[in-house]
């Protein structure tokens, strides 16, 4: 079992920066994949982005490719979402989630065995 603790989160103004992180623990050698999700108040939760953690192979949502980038740190075990030019779109609760299975896809909340918390990004107009 892989356990996931996200931090970073924060409120900011259109136009600006954040880099969320997502620190994993347990059993990490069995990663195959993790991502982020997001979910804003009164909507579903959707995907972010992803990356394979052997090949470091990454996959953006439409909405936020060219904006955020997904990257990890093997040696930390630890995945990161840098985003510019945010957008009060982009206000919702982020998840960061852990697959240790092998799979096609990971765009999928069903792709992920292990989640966290969640920390709260918020943009200001």
């Known amino acids: 079992q892989v356990q996931v603790v996200e931090s970073g989160g924060g409120l900011v103004q259109a136009g600006g920066s954040l880099r969320l992180s997502c620190a994993a623990s347990?059993?990490?050698?069995?990663?195959?994949?993790m991502g982020w999700f997001r979910q804003a108040p009164g909507l579903e939760r959707e995907f972010v982005a992803r990356?394979?953690?052997?090949?470091?192979?990454?996959v953006h949502a439409d909405s936020v490719r060219g904006r955020f980038a997904i990257s990890r740190d093997i040696a930390k075990n630890t995945v990161y979402l840098q985003m510019n030019d945010l957008k009060p779109e982009d206000t919702a609760v982020y998840y960061c989630?852990?697959?240790?299975?092998?799979?096609?896809?990971?765009?999928?909340?069903?792709?992920?065995?292990?989640w966290g918390q969640g920390t709260q990004v918020t943009v200001s107009p």
């Open positions: 989630a852990v697959s240790t299975r092998f799979l096609a896809t990971y765009n999928s909340l069903a792709a992920y065995n292990g």
């Open positions: 990356i394979r953690w052997n090949t470091g192979s990454t």
């Open positions: 347990g059993r990490t050698g069995s990663t195959t994949a």
